[in-house]
């Protein structure tokens, strides 16, 4: 299995409710390691920016509304198989169908607040990483 590095945003609503600990617990328990971290709000063009992918789907403009209503924290998870290992812990995208003891199945109220955003395969963790973080502020230990 690859070593591999993968983007994570903990949403506005978690960041809220005071649940940022209890989420990263789930990623440090499953075998990541966070190498990375930034608290930040997105403005709109930077989430519509980020989310360019989903750009004209109905439930787009409800996403930056939602994304840019506080803090998020930003983060980069390492380790084996990192970006399939996250998705695992996250749970799917909709939490009615995510698997007991993910982190979508604790902490998530809709698809929209869904807790958390991970990618999805190598090269989007590359540029999602990229989009909040450089290089030399990341402690990687690949
Ligand atoms: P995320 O992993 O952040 O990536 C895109 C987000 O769009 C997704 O999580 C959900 O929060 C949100 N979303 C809302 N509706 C849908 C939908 N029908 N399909 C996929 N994503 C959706």
Same mark, same amino acid.
């Given at each position: 299995?690859? #070593?591999? %590095? =993968?983007?994570?945003?903990?949403?506005?609503?978690? +960041?809220?409710? /005071? %649940?940022? *600990? *209890?989420?990263?617990?789930?990623?440090? @328990? *499953? $075998? &990541?390691? +966070?190498?990375?971290? @930034?608290?930040?709000? &997105?403005?709109?063009? #930077?989430?519509?920016?980020?989310?360019?992918?989903?750009? $004209?789907?109905?439930?787009?403009?409800?996403?930056?509304?939602?994304? =840019?209503? $506080?803090?998020?924290?930003? %983060?980069? &998870?390492?380790?084996?198989?990192?970006? %399939?290992? /996250?998705?695992?812990?996250?749970?799917?995208?909709?939490?009615?169908?995510?698997?007991? $003891?993910?982190?979508?199945?604790?902490? !998530?109220?809709?698809?929209?607040?869904?807790? +958390?955003?991970?990618?999805?395969?190598?090269? =989007?963790?590359? =540029?999602?990483? !990229?989009?909040?973080?450089?290089? @030399?502020?990341?402690?990687? /230990?690949?």
């Amino acid at each position: 299995m690859p #070593q591999e %590095q =993968t983007l994570s945003l903990i949403k506005p609503s978690s +960041v809220s409710a /005071n %649940q940022i *600990g *209890g989420i990263i617990n789930k990623f440090e @328990k *499953g $075998g &990541l390691k +966070v190498v990375a971290m @930034k608290m930040l709000r &997105l403005t709109e063009n #930077q989430a519509r920016d980020f989310y360019d992918v989903h750009r $004209g789907k109905p439930f787009f403009d409800e996403l930056i509304s939602f994304m =840019t209503t $506080g803090p998020i924290l930003a %983060q980069v &998870l390492e380790g084996e198989n990192a970006i %399939q290992k /996250n998705r695992d812990i996250m749970g799917s995208t909709n939490p009615a169908e995510a698997a007991p $003891g993910t982190v979508r199945a604790e902490f !998530a109220h809709s698809m929209t607040e869904n807790a +958390v955003h991970g990618s999805d395969a190598p090269e =989007t963790a590359e =540029t999602e990483i !990229a989009f909040f973080f450089e290089k @030399k502020d990341i402690y990687s /230990n690949i």
